[in-house]
């Protein structure tokens, strides 16, 4: 496999995770094949690429979703890779996945408050509470309401905001654009970046690679399971072969 092709220089930041040559298989098909990326303290990295170029495999196999044939996954310099997603959420990371993943059957209250079953600060988690509840008033406004009655769009919020309660450093989301009006896509865009802003750093699998590369310091395309090209955000976004591929140009 050769080296993908780098575009623009990377700002150095200390580094929060680090994946390095990830091979992921399900029976006799193989996902990925080497991936490597990290994530720097208080960076948004962007994963792009095609349906089944690897990115919902790559977050999941990240937060112990999916047992990795081989490869090092390292959080905060400890190695984590085959570690289940329940003891990867007290080491700072949380999972907003594909589909939301939030209990349809519960209210919006408890599903917050299940985002924050592992803690034990209750002050702390009360002013976490208040903090999502600022970001996302509808929240507030629909916290006795059952999950599954909400909007497509108030349902994602509700994912962001149950990953918020667990206090993490690293947040991974995988498409959370995926079948929402653009007025509502925008608005959680803007709050990313607002939770990015607070020092949360964001690995962020999105479809729309204009929205996704414009909040992303830096970028991944993954291709049959492998990345092929990565750089800054901006200088990918820039990229000839990027705007053809993903932007219809």
């Excluded at 080497?34 to 994963?47: D, M």
């Excluded at 003891?87 to 939030?102: D, Q, S």
């Excluded at 970001?135 to 916290?143: D, K, Q, S, V």
């Excluded at 976004?237 to 932007?247: D, G, M």
């Amino acid at each position: 496999m050769s080296a993908p092709a780098t575009l623009g220089t990377r700002e150095t930041r200390g580094q929060l995770l680090e994946v390095k040559d990830l091979h992921v298989s399900y029976g006799a098909i193989t996902a990925l094949r080497g991936v490597s990326l990290a994530v720097g303290q208080g960076e948004v990295v962007a994963l792009i690429g095609a349906n089944g170029a690897g990115k919902t495999s790559t977050l999941r196999a990240i937060s112990g979703m999916l047992k990795p044939r081989s490869g090092h996954i390292r959080l905060a310099d400890q190695e984590i890779q085959g570690l289940r997603s329940n003891l990867l959420v007290p080491k700072g990371m949380a999972h907003a996945p594909e589909g939301r993943g939030i209990f349809l059957n519960l209210s919006v209250m408890e599903n917050l408050e299940l985002g924050a079953y592992l803690r034990r600060d209750t002050a702390e988690i009360k002013k976490d509470l208040d903090y999502v509840f600022g970001l996302f008033p509808r929240m507030r406004e629909r916290m006795k309401q059952q999950a599954g009655t909400l909007s497509g769009g108030e349902q994602q919020m509700l994912s962001i905001s149950r990953a918020l309660m667990s206090r993490p450093k690293l947040l991974l989301l995988d498409e959370p654009s995926l079948g929402l009006a653009p007025q509502v896509v925008e608005t959680i865009f803007r709050i990313l970046r607002e939770v990015n802003g607070r020092g949360v750093s964001i690995l962020l699998v999105e479809q729309n690679a204009h929205l996704a590369l414009n909040l992303a310091h830096f970028g991944y395309v993954l291709e049959t399971g492998e990345v092929v090209m990565q750089g800054e955000g901006k200088a990918l976004l820039a990229a000839p072969e990027i705007r053809k591929a993903y932007l219809g140009e």
